[in-house]
């Protein structure tokens, strides 16, 4: 999957490519990923209560599906990274 990955509560982050399997249960449908830069190191299936809380509105709840024509190229955002 490809998916923008949040890295601060100021809504920080870039779009990542990894795979994470299926969904094993509802409401399980959220990604904690460990990376640098874009090698994504690991990525774990979680649920919306494992977030911690100042994380939860920058997080949201929906899943945009990734258009170049909307977002633009998969490039961070931040540029000291």
Do not use: C
């Not at 977030?51 to 509105?57: A, F």
Request: no cysteine.
């Amino acid at each position: 999957m490809t998916a923008y990955v949040r890295d601060n509560p100021f809504g920080g982050g870039e779009w990542l490519t990894f795979q994470v399997g299926m969904i094993p249960e509802a409401g399980q449908n959220y990604v904690y990923v460990q990376h640098k830069g874009s090698f994504v190191k690991n990525a774990t299936l979680i649920h919306r209560q494992a977030i911690p809380k100042n994380m939860r509105p920058v997080v949201g709840t929906e899943y945009f599906t990734y258009n170049y024509k909307t977002f633009g190229p998969k490039t961070t955002a931040n540029p000291f990274k």
